[in-house]
């Protein structure tokens, strides 16, 4: 059986850029279509990060999708960085007047999509073989397979399908320019069924590579040591991982990491990439597949947001007064955000991680470096302003 579908807006993944962007197209009145290749179960149990920007939360909240976050999210008005043994406390709130929260992105992507469903808005799940075509077209297509052929065709398609997603990869070679660096080192994380061990993340730098201690609820802990990117799990048995992780994190204070059950490990490379411009035609690139950042600095999912709210406010604009400047400019305006966020990132991860060859006078160097930016209210203020996120433009 074959179908033909029209819609306004046709959104590629049902991660958190595009459930988000089809709340925002729904808020203006706007008609969006999803299409999502996994089920709705892989989709939701898909462990990510966990720190939403305070701009991120705001959005959810004007929403009205941020209610069970503001309950069961973690809401942090600091981060500890630790070298020498010892920790030190960045007062984030203190310094910016603004706070992180953190709340699994699986979380957070359940309530986009129970609240999506509950409003009419359509989710197609299982949707294979998506293809793409007419990207220079007044009405581009996207045909998928599900149950037999279907063709959806719409004014606009957004992807926000992912570094691996089709979206991109539908572009005319040459059509995009490519920034890219791979990054020497990576992060052997866990998911571990225990309290976590402290109320406020801990970036450690140590001799022997990076760690960090992060929470996900009461009861879920998520941590990471830095491996080289080479290393296999198989190298990596439950206790290893442990004792590595009391070797790191600073124990000053009294302080002492408790370990449990580990219920999720991954090995995860650090790569940094950016495409310009994140649009062709008709289809405009958004989070993950236009841009990834190293994870140090917590930003993947809020550029994603940050994305979506600007391509979802110029969409708006089109359809109210047929006014295409937004659309135009969509690029230009969140590459500026994106460049930032990715100088951030890759200061924080060289700033934190020991690099191969690296030697005595280098750990020296980053010692200083880490002692002025606890000592200097102007140097933890700038981490601070770029961990919190920068104001929405």
């Given amino acids: 059986m074959s179908k033909a579908l029209h819609t306004q807006v046709g959104i590629i993944g049902a991660g958190p850029a595009g459930l988000v962007l089809s709340h925002l197209l729904a ?6 279509v999803v299409l999502e290749h996994r089920s709705r179960d892989y989709v939701e149990q898909r462990v990510r990060a966990g720190v939403l920007e305070q701009g991120t939360v705001d959005l959810l909240d004007e929403m009205g999708l941020a209610a069970r976050l503001r309950r069961e999210g973690l809401r942090h008005h600091g981060i500890v960085i630790g ?24 979380e957070l992507v359940k ?26 077209m007044p009405r581009p297509v996207a045909r998928y397979r599900k149950e037999g052929e279907h063709e959806l065709r719409r004014d606009f398609l957004a992807g926000c399908d992912g570094f691996h997603g089709v979206s991109r ?16 080192f990576a992060w052997l994380g866990i998911l571990a069924a225990v309290a976590p061990s402290t109320d406020e993340l801990i970036y450690a730098r140590h001799e022997r590579g990076f760690a960090l201690h992060s929470l996900r609820s009461p009861t879920l802990s998520r941590l990471y040591i830095q491996v080289d990117p080479r290393a296999a799990l198989a190298d990596w048995p439950d206790d290893r991982v442990w004792q590595e992780l009391r070797l790191r994190l600073p124990a000053d204070g009294g302080w002492t990491l408790a370990d449990g059950p580990v219920l999720e490990k991954s090995i995860a490379l650090h790569h ?3 495409v310009e411009p994140m649009q062709h035609g008709r289809l405009f ?11 140090t600095g917590a930003k993947g999912l809020n550029l994603a947001v940050a994305d979506v709210r600007v391509l979802a406010a110029a969409l708006t604009r089109w359809y109210r007064a047929s006014d295409a400047a937004g659309l135009a400019s969509y690029s230009e ?29 280098d750990e020296q160097v980053a010692r200083a470096r880490l002692e002025w930016i606890c000592r200097s209210e102007a140097e933890a203020r700038s981490l601070a302003e770029n961990y919190v996120g920068l104001p929405w433009q």
């Fill in 272 to 274: 940094s990439f950016v």
């Fill in 83 to 106: 070298f020498d043994g010892r920790r030190r406390r960045i007062p984030l709130s203190d310094l910016t007047g603004r706070s992180i929260t953190v709340y699994g992105q699986q």
């Fill in 111 to 136: 309530d986009l999509i129970a609240a999506r469903l509950a409003s009419g808005g359509a989710i197609e799940f299982d949707a294979e073989d998506v293809r793409l075509s007419d990207l220079d």
């Fill in 285 to 295: 690139l958004a989070g993950d597949a236009a841009h990834i950042v190293p994870p």
């Fill in 169 to 184: 990869a539908s572009i005319p070679p040459g059509a995009l320019r490519i920034y890219e660096r791979h990054h020497p």
């Fill in 333 to 361: 305006r969140c590459l500026g955000r994106i460049w930032r966020v990715q100088e951030f990132s890759s200061w924080m991860s060289t700033l934190l991680h020991r690099l191969p060859g690296a030697d005595a006078f």
């Fill in 27 to 32: 808020r203006g009145g706007i008609e969006s």
